[in-house]
């Protein structure tokens, strides 16, 4: 079993940023991929951003060029980079780690909330 536990949300004005942290429970090495998704009231949960163990990363489209995924091995911990922050970005964000289906984790989740 894996744990995960975000951190670093909170209440923040359009155009400010966030850094969400994601500490792992164990290595993070092996794990296959780290991601960042969100949920927004009556919608669906959406993949934000994701890095690969190869080092490979991919974005949304919606958040490129403003959010950055980065990873410290040494600590387990995935990093959440938001900047120029939108009102349409108020979520609940979630890390997942994916070694496959049956090695599926998720976080507890952390409110973002964008808003003057």
């Known amino acids: 079993q894996v744990q995960l536990v975000e951190s670093g949300g909170g209440l923040v004005q359009p155009g400010g940023s966030l850094r969400l942290s994601c500490a792992v429970s164990r290595s993070i090495l092996t794990i296959y991929a780290m991601g960042w998704y969100r949920q927004a009231p009556g919608r669906e949960r959406e993949v934000v951003a994701t890095?690969?163990?190869?080092?490979?990363?991919t974005y949304a489209d919606s958040v490129k060029g403003r959010f950055t995924i980065s990873r410290d091995n040494a600590k387990s911990t995935v990093y959440l980079e938001m900047n120029s922050l939108k009102p349409e970005d108020t979520a609940v964000y979630y890390c997942?780690?994916?070694?496959?289906?049956?090695?599926?984790?998720w976080g507890q989740g952390t409110q973002v909330t964008v808003s003057s």
């Open positions: 890095i690969f163990s190869g080092g490979s990363i």
């Open positions: 997942n780690a994916y070694g496959g289906p049956r090695n599926n984790y």
